[in-house]
């Protein structure tokens, strides 16, 4: 697939100009930013992607959302409220990066909470003990480190420069997470027993984050050539395992795999297939709490519209003002002259 097989077809001499002047930017490794001319598949794919990574940054904040008022300590309470905070930022950030292309943050939350539009499938799952949000922070922080380093190098600038910070945030959430599992593992058998049951069911539903395998993915060749994504989702899949593997063992928990296991030849591990179904069915809405996920966004942004209708009032009040402090400087002005 070469890069202008996305572009508009019939396009004249000056698209076809255009076209080529994007095809050498993307072959040179360079950034496409906002004000270039882009083909409009490109700008589809990824308001796309980035819509479903701010919904799932968003959306994201619920599962351990529901522990900060049960936390066991006041330092663990602290890290969790920040880190759930972080999510939001980073919802944000992507929100803004959706806008440099043309879309309408109104529109995408719409979108969301009347489910036409995605987010992660890990996330319709349900957190009923502590050690989730630390498996929260070693799995999913973990895949999203695996997928999200790389579109770092993204072609789209406010894409990619997004993804700096959200890195470095990501990093952190990781770690706290590996932290608090640590702490866990150190305490009573009933503690450790509620680590490997977190691990038992979030093994899997980490995995299918990383997308259906390449060859039912539908979107990916287009992302690879036009460098949105750097690596394919099995590919990042693999990192992730070889990663997690020697994290898990020196953590003392088992992994529910009993295909895993290191090859030799490969220089990687071998490990089982995730249940393709199960992925399908949570995407499409059937998942344990998509529901309740949806529901809850949905309420907040119901209750959440005299700040935006407050905000909106203050700022026109304060261009109305603005505007009339230039009119009276532009008349003084005149008076003068
Ligand atoms: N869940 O052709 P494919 C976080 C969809 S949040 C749901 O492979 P693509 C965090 C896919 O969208 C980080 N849907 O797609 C937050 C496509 O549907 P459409 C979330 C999925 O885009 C709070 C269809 O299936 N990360 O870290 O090439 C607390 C076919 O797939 C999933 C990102 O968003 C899924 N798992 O590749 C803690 C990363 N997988 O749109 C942590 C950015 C696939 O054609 N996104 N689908 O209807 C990506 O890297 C890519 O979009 C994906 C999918 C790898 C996810």
């Not at 806008?99 to 890990?122: H, M, N, P, V």
């Amino acid at each position: 697939m070469t890069t202008s097989q996305g572009a508009q077809s019939g396009g004249d001499g000056a698209e076809q100009r255009l076209q080529e002047q994007f095809d050498a930017t993307i072959a040179k490794d360079q950034r496409i930013e906002p004000r270039d001319w882009m083909p409009e598949g490109y700008r589809k794919t990824l308001i796309r992607q980035i819509a479903q990574h701010a919904h799932s940054e968003i959306i994201g904040m619920q599962p351990e959302g529901e522990w900060i008022t049960r936390a066991p300590s006041l330092r663990r309470k602290a890290i969790l409220f920040a880190k759930v905070q972080d999510e939001a930022g980073h919802g944000l950030y992507l929100y803004s990066a959706a806008e440099t292309l043309g879309a309408d943050r109104a529109d995408l939350t719409e979108r969301l909470i009347e489910g036409r539009q995605k987010y992660s499938s890990i996330f319709n799952y349900p957190t009923p003990t502590f050690a989730d949000v630390g498996v929260i922070g070693w799995f999913v922080d973990g895949a999203a480190i695996c997928n999200q380093v790389p579109l770092c190098r993204s072609s789209y600038g406010p894409y990619a420069r997004s993804m700096v910070r959200i890195c470095k945030e990501e990093s952190f959430h990781q770690r706290q997470g590996y932290e608090l599992l640590m702490t866990m593992m150190r305490g009573t058998d009933a503690q450790r027993e509620m680590v490997q049951d977190a691990v038992n069911r979030w093994w899997w539903p980490s995995l299918m984050m990383f997308g259906p395998p390449d060859g039912d993915s539908p979107n990916s060749a287009a992302s690879m050539a036009w460098k949105i994504k750097r690596h394919s989702n099995d590919e990042l899949r693999r990192r992730f395992v070889d990663m997690t593997v020697p994290q898990a063992e020196k953590l003392g928990v088992t992994l529910p795999d009993p295909e895993l296991r290191w090859n030799e030849e490969r220089g990687h591990h071998d490990f089982g297939t995730p249940d393709w179904s199960e992925l399908k069915r949570v995407i499409s809405g059937d998942g344990p709490c998509n529901e309740q996920r949806v529901a809850r966004r949905r309420a907040a942004h119901e209750e959440g519209a005299w700040v935006r209708e407050a905000a909106t009032a203050h700022a026109a009040k304060r261009a109305a003002r603005s505007a009339r402090a230039q009119e009276a400087q532009n008349t003084q002005e005149g008076t003068a002259a």
